[in-house]
């Protein structure tokens, strides 16, 4: 017998999942319109286990159960089993009537796409997306594969295609109104003799009525047609559950121990290095131009791709294995083209390098007296430790749990800690600070936790208190809330060490305030802090570990660059079922603010609606009043009363209030889990730092985020083009583009101790960055590696066929990945991974991937630059030709030149000069 326990609204449930258990959530699409992916395959998920007798307990709202959906026997009728061996009879035309949609790439949840003989598809009762490789029309292999890198990570013999939707048709556009396409049954069709629980049954009907209520409003005129095909009604939902019986968590028949989630890798979905027609960019070489495209053009040698470059005197032809020269400009948004005919670039580039070279001094000096400063090693307790990270209630990605490790390992070193953790918000910083005060406390020691704001001190405050104090922890509050008594109680105990853990804004820098022994200070996104905290934090980082958090990310270039200088931890990885926020950019209009708000409460969640100006927002709380005058709103800013402002939110976080009108006081680190949708009414106030800090309030855990980014009439074309680079920059990771796009390159500058300077806007930061890095390596004494050989005449085609790979940008990655590979490992990896997505390499990419070869194999003999004839080559080099490298050849040697002709078909000099290399053939 099936229980199904019902809850009051999903908030509650937050996507807990026990053995034998599945959740079922409800619509969260607006009448009429489209359900997210998740939504779709999770009921149809239920449908099938419900179908096959697999589900001992279903967790669920009345609003979820009352939903019309498809029947048992019209389900069982697209259920198809395929193993190896099977002919793949599926025609297109049935899975489309099956709710799935042909893409170029498979991401989620009801997409397939087909490339060759390689068939991908997401089915809802998986985890993992499927590939299936054919011959002709047999299947041959079936493998799940990682949704992110694109890599087949297990392979299985059969697989189970079933409906992505609750309704078969040739249309997508009955989501939530599944009985307009056929689909006029219940769950209840599905489950005969089912036991209800819940925790407040009478609390669930109120909700289910309030949202009924919502629904009406949102539905306006259309609401009969909408609520005669979308659910039951209230009456006979109520005659389908009987006999519920009341449930606490301590029941633990129908509430055991929450399981763990089946752990999915994940990697950042936007690459900053992706290159869009129109994009600025820089070549090494040449300067700033304008990127019009790829042009393909055939030629005696063979058919390959360019990069065509506009200059503002000329226009350039850059073949795609040279790509490795070209990168985005990221930089000021008035940007000059460059002259191919001018000497200014290389000026420019020469004066960066003298500026870089002269930070990089001061940085060194810097770092290596803290070097000379010893500190007591911190080992903590193992037993303990384990119990606390098991406390985390999620799980933590691989970039997680090695920031995590990498400060441990440097709290039980002998030289203070100065660490950065920077990632996107909401990857999971804050847990990684947890870990190391955990470690801190239990060493006899206490930590000081600063925050920029008094909201996120009060966030890290509750967030702190309930993992620590079940472990016996004191966690306190110091801000300027914090008054009389109260304050002198909580400083007496700090200096006694009764405390040990104390949060606060840049109060804890106060000179009256005294520790019994600190043993670590965490500062998060201090940046934002003032010139005089900054100062402090500095001398503060020769004595005491202290570990820093930004929610700006660092690129892997920078990264590496000051790897050994400064500790830097990236956390790059979304946690596992984050999803990117939907954006959109709209007019101000009472509809749409209306739409989103009724739209985010009808799916149980709450709204941030954030409007900055302080004088106005009285005005604007009663604007919204008039227009959802049943919503419960809250309002905080920071000029309210510091005691007010903190109820307000706690009531908030509760979730005793159903919208937070704001200013941008909640723009750092905030976290809200069941807030998935923010309104910023002035959005052309913002810049693009604060606009992605805003949309990453909202979309922190399983459920998809939404983002309006609302502007009034007559605003500037400047303004527009701003909020719609944050709508095109969605995937995970992207926060780094659009920190960037922003010139906010000056916060590294405060967090890394390099100031900024227009060398960056002159060069382009990608540029900047790869100087800076190897003006370090030099300070290291390590050699700087950049695999750069010029190869002209090379025989065969080089253009990637459109029928291999259609979308020109993953072309592009592909063109980018072969032309920087720096080993023939790295060749032979993306040849395994090509063959994997796309099928048997063609004869262009293998000759690409040769090309790769040879350029690795020139580099390693010192050359760099080679002319490829049909029965000679000449072969140039940097320094020195090397003695007796071409003594099995006929060659000829020009020492003035440095260059070597070599009297040989291109065939076998190809053959003398890569048979040296350890890896496999390409």
Request: with cysteine; aromatic share 8%.
């Amino acid at each position: 017998m099936v229980k199904i326990i019902i809850l009051p609204h999903e908030r509650l449930e937050s996507f807990k999942k026990y053995e034998g258990h599945i959740f079922l959530p409800d619509h969260d699409g607006l009448p009429f319109s489209e359900n997210s992916a998740y939504v779709n395959a999770m009921r149809v998920r239920v449908l099938y286990h419900l179908l096959n007798k697999e589900v001992e307990t279903i967790h669920t709202t009345l609003a979820a159960l009352s939903r019309y959906t498809i029947s048992p026997e019209k389900l069982a009728m697209y259920i198809f089993n395929k193993e190896i061996g099977d002919k793949f009879d599926i025609a297109l035309e049935r899975l489309v009537q099956m709710g799935y949609e042909r893409v170029d790439i498979v991401r989620d949840f009801g997409e397939f796409s087909i490339r060759g003989d390689v068939f991908d598809i997401f089915i809802p009762v998986y985890d993992y997306p499927v590939r299936i490789e054919l011959f002709d029309d047999e299947i041959e292999e079936i493998r799940f594969f990682d949704p992110l890198s694109q890599r087949s990570v297990e392979k299985i013999r059969c697989v189970t295609i079933l409906p992505a939707k609750e309704y078969i048709s040739e249309e997508h556009n009955y989501d939530t109104v599944p009985k307009l396409a056929g689909s006029d049954s219940t769950i209840f069709e599905y489950v005969k003799d089912a036991q209800f629980f819940s925790p407040d049954f009478d609390k669930s009907l109120k909700e289910y009525e309030r949202k009924i209520k919502k629904l009406k409003e949102l539905a306006t005129e259309k609401a009969p047609l909408y609520f005669e095909n979308s659910l039951i009604s209230t009456s006979e939902l109520l005659k389908r559950i009987k006999g519920v019986k009341k449930i606490t968590e301590g029941k633990r028949d129908i509430l055991p121990q929450a399981i763990e989630e089946k752990k999915i890798e994940s990697s950042p979905i936007l690459d900053y290095e992706e290159l869009s027609e129109g994009d600025i960019v820089v070549h090494k070489d040449y300067g700033i131009g304008k990127f019009e495209g790829i042009q393909r053009i055939k030629s005696a040698v063979g058919e390959r791709d360019f990069l065509k470059i506009k200059y503002s005197d000329a226009t350039l032809y850059v073949p795609v294995d040279r790509l490795n020269r070209v990168h985005k400009y990221l930089g000021s948004e008035q940007v000059s083209l460059d002259s191919l005919r001018s000497a200014k670039w290389r000026k420019r580039v020469r004066n960066a390098k003298k500026d870089i070279e002269r930070r990089v001094k001061e940085l060194v000096s810097i770092y290596a007296k803290r070097t000379m400063v010893k500190s007591e090693p911190l080992v903590g307790d193992p037993e303990l430790e384990e119990k606390f990270a098991l406390s985390f209630p999620y799980i933590e990605t691989s970039d997680q749990l090695r920031a995590i490790e990498e400060v441990l390992n440097d709290l039980v070193s002998e030289k203070p800690m100065d660490r950065l953790i920077t990632g996107d918000s909401g990857y999971g910083k804050t847990e990684v600070a947890m870990r190391a005060a955990f470690r801190v406390v239990v060493s006899g020691k206490q930590v000081a936790v600063m925050a920029p704001t008094v909201v996120l001190a009060n966030q890290h405050y509750r967030t702190f208190k309930e993992r620590m104090e079940p472990f016996g922890i004191k966690v306190e509050l110091l801000d300027s809330t914090k008054k009389g008594k109260t304050r002198e109680k909580i400083l007496e105990d700090l200096k006694s060490g009764e405390i040990d853990i104390i949060i606060g804004t840049h109060t804890l820098l106060n000179d009256k305030i005294k520790f019994s022994d600190l043993g670590l200070v965490i500062i998060d996104e201090e940046q934002k802090f003032g010139v005089e905290q900054k100062d402090k934090f500095k001398k503060m980082r020769l004595s005491v570990n202290v570990l820093s958090m930004s929610a700006t990310p660092i690129p892997r270039t920078l990264h590496m660059a000051l790897s050994g200088m400064r500790d830097i931890s990236t956390i790059k990885t979304p946690p596992i079922g984050r999803k990117p926020v939907t954006v959109y950019v709209e007019p101000l209009r009472e509809s749409i603010i209306k739409s989103a708000i009724l739209r985010e409460l009808a799916r149980d969640g709450q709204v941030i609606y954030v409007h900055n100006r302080v004088e106005e927002i009285e005005s604007v709380y009663k604007r919204l009043i008039r227009l959802v005058p049943d919503v419960i709103i809250g309002v905080a800013h920071g000029q309210m009363n510091k005691r007010i402002l903190e109820k307000t939110v706690e009531a908030f976080l509760s979730g005793d209030i159903d919208v937070l009108l704001c200013t941008t006081v909640i723009e750092s680190g905030v976290d809200i889990g069941t807030a998935n949708t923010i309104i910023i009414d002035d959005a052309h106030r913002y810049g693009l730092s604060q606009l992605y800090q805003l949309r990453g309030r909202v979309g922190r855990r399983q459920v998809r985020g939404y983002a309006y980014f609302l502007y009034p009439p007559g605003v500037s074309k400047e303004a527009l083009k701003r909020l719609e680079i944050i709508k095109t920059h969605l995937g995970a990771g992207s926060g780094l583009e659009i920190a960037l796009r922003d010139l906010e390159i000056r916060g590294y500058g405060d967090i890394l101790g390099i100031e900024q300077s227009g060398h960056i806007e002159s060069i382009g930061y990608r540029y900047y960055v790869e100087l800076l890095n190897e003006a370090i390596s030099r300070f290291k004494n390590e050699e700087f590696e950049e695999i750069d050989v010029e190869i002209n005449g090379f025989p065969g085609d080089l253009a990637i066929p459109e029928g291999y790979i259609s979308d020109p940008m993953e072309r592009l990655r592909i063109y980018r990945r072969i032309s920087s590979a720096r080993s023939v490992k790295d060749l032979l990896d993306l040849n395994e991974e090509l063959e994997d997505r796309f099928g048997k390499v063609p004869g262009a990419i293998y000759n690409l991937l040769r090309l790769g070869k040879l350029r690795i194999a020139l580099y390693e003999i010192g050359a760099r630059k080679v002319e490829i004839e049909k029965t000679s080559s000449v072969i140039y080099f940097d320094k020195e030709i090397p003695s007796g490298a071409f003594s099995e050849l006929k060659h000829i040697m020009n020492p003035r030149k440095k260059s070597v002709v070599l009297l040989e078909k291109f065939s076998k000099i190809y053959e003398f000069l890569t048979r040296t290399l350890k890896e496999e053939k390409v």
